[in-house]
């Protein structure tokens, strides 16, 4: 079973950064695309950002030229630098992989999480 672990949420005002941490498990992180997601409370899970095997990126347009998703495939982790963060963008980030950017966009298929890491962005 793939182990992934998050981190790096806190409390931040309007207009702060974060930077989040995905470690995975496993010796096929390399080959795997990876995803940021969030999900606030009484809101569909929505993903943010991918980044796959290559190191092409996409991103959702509410956090386009605001987060940057990376990657360091010798620590099996995945990053998200959160800029110029707004109220709306608190929630629980998680992430997630798969074996191309296609099968990150159907993130109800996937039967493991970790357990997030909140990020709250207040005043």
């Known amino acids: 079973q793939v182990q992934l672990v998050e981190s790096g949420g806190g409390l931040v005002q309007p207009g702060g950064s974060l930077r989040l941490s995905c470690a995975a498990s496993?010796?096929?992180?390399?080959?795997?695309?990876m995803g940021w997601y969030r999900q606030a409370p009484g809101k569909q899970r929505e993903l943010v950002a991918t980044?796959?095997?290559?190191?092409?990126?996409n991103y959702a347009d509410s956090v386009k030229g605001r987060f940057t998703i990376s990657r360091d495939n010798a620590k099996n982790t995945v990053y998200l630098q959160m800029n110029r963060l707004k109220v709306e963008d608190t929630a629980a980030y998680y992430c997630?992989?798969?074996?191309?950017?296609?099968?990150?966009?159907?993130?109800?298929?996937?039967?493991?999480w970790g357990q997030g890491t909140q990020v709250t962005v207040s005043s």
């Open positions: 496993g010796s096929i992180f390399s080959i795997y695309a």
């Open positions: 997630n992989a798969g074996p191309g950017v296609s099968t990150l966009l159907r993130w109800w298929e996937y039967d493991y």
């Open positions: 980044i796959t095997s290559g190191g092409s990126t």
